[in-house]
């Protein structure tokens, strides 16, 4: 079995007393995505028969697309428009004092960046910079808050590099929780005072994100974890939904219909996942046309192992140590890593890689053609989907989607360095002429 030996505990560190029943809207089980194994909805993560991990089974209302169709665009414009086909309760969208309430980003039509890359058929991005801490993790936060509501956590916290430090400090301060989360030591100063701002406490481990999230899943086995809601630990399963949204909005935006190609960053592979699994549920559902699409995944070269093993034709992937300026696609041993290969596989996709030089430029290039400015992340994909281009693996005559998933703003040490003033001159016409600017 691929994942056994799993390093992870499936340890219920907290849950309702007894008799109570936890409603989460359509979710109906906890499934293993190895052997099957089904478990009641609870804080756990891992499956008790093969250590595989848990995803959020449901029972989606049928029957009615059009109907159904209706109501998702009468719906908040957030993620809660979705909440039927999400593991909330009914009532999240009746509250919307205690989220965020993210989602719902913009959908840009790349023109400028088209021509610039030779795309003859549509190019998007999806810019998910747009949410309330200027990044797609957000999106899975408010999921999980959700989550650690209904099984009666009081402490919210978090394994990050970064952004979903931000996220929980956030979600946290509005929905009324404790926050503790948990970063590198070294991360970008502009996403440390980010996770900071919100009142949280915040805890740098020395070492990378692996030994972060190592630390995490041995406090959340001892008794200072009690009552602890880990949103990417024992809460993954529900935080992991969040992602799916980005497959929905993405259809509903291009009038309800799938996009050809998507080209999406791979830090532990969870939204790839995720957004192929939205992408079914919609066909499933009658609310998209069933037809072909491809998924891409990108990755720095510094921290590539799951494009490694793309490359190699092999099924498991090999951590690696990062070395990156995409600090927050850093994850060196990714978890959904072999389930991202299947997904690339089956769509008729692949996985890439690029260096940092190709991920500032990138970041220039969207920017200059758009007036976005990503992360690093964003030039990930951006840096990833010109290189497809360029070797002949996108299509370019075909609707394509890339995502931008976070800010700028929060990776300024990335461009500083070769991003300054055009020149530097004396207030007067004659040094502006003289400057060569008229």
Known sequence: MRRKGLAFMAVQTHEKPAGDTVSLGPASALSCRECGERFPLGPIF??????????????LPTGDPEGLRRRIEAGPNSIWRYAPLLPVP???VDRPATSTNPGFTKLVEARNLARELGV???????????????????????????????????????????????????????????????????????????????????????GNYDDVNRFCSELIGDPLGEGWGFVNVNLRPYYGEGSK???????????????????????????????DKGLKELIA????????????????EGCSPVSRAFKDGHDVVRPVRPDTIA???????????????????RTGGAVEDVDD????????????????????????????????????????????????????LKTLDAVAPTTGPTATIRPSLEAFRAAGLA
């Open 327 to 345: 600090k927050s696609l850093a994850i060196g041993n990714p978890a959904d890593g072999p389930y991202v290969l299947d997904i690339a596989r």
């Open 46 to 59: 891992a499956c008790e028969a093969c250590f595989g991990p848990l995803e959020i089974a449901y029972d």
């Open 357 to 408: 030089g190709r991920i500032v430029d990138a970041i220039k290039l969207l920017a200059r053609t758009e007036g976005i400015f990503a992360e690093t992340a964003g030039g990930v994909t951006v840096g990833v989907t010109k290189k497809l281009l360029e070797d002949g693996v996108l299509d370019p005559s075909l609707t394509t989607v890339v995502l931008n998933t976070g800010d700028g």
């Open 120 to 206: 003859t058929g549509s190019l998007h991005i999806k810019d998910d910079s747009g949410n309330p801490t200027h990044s797609f993790k957000d999106r899975v936060v408010a999921i999980a808050v959700e989550a650690a509501r209904a099984f009666g956590f009081t402490t919210l916290s978090c394994s990050s590099t970064g952004n979903l430090a931000g996220a929980v400090g956030a979600a946290a301060a509005r929905a009324g929780f404790r926050s503790c989360v948990f970063i590198p030591h070294d991360l970008e100063q502009g996403k440390v005072v980010m996770a900071a701002v919100y009142g949280g406490e915040l805890v740098g481990i020395e």
């Open 245 to 275: 949204t980005l497959a929905y909005e993405i259809c509903e935006q291009l009038g309800w219909r799938l996009p050809d190609q998507l080209v999406v960053p791979i830090a532990s592979g969870s939204q790839l996942t995720k957004i």
């Open 90 to 92: 009914a009532d999240v």
């Open 285 to 300: 559902l009658g609310l998209v046309e069933d037809r072909p699409y491809r998924i891409f995944g990108a990755q720095a």
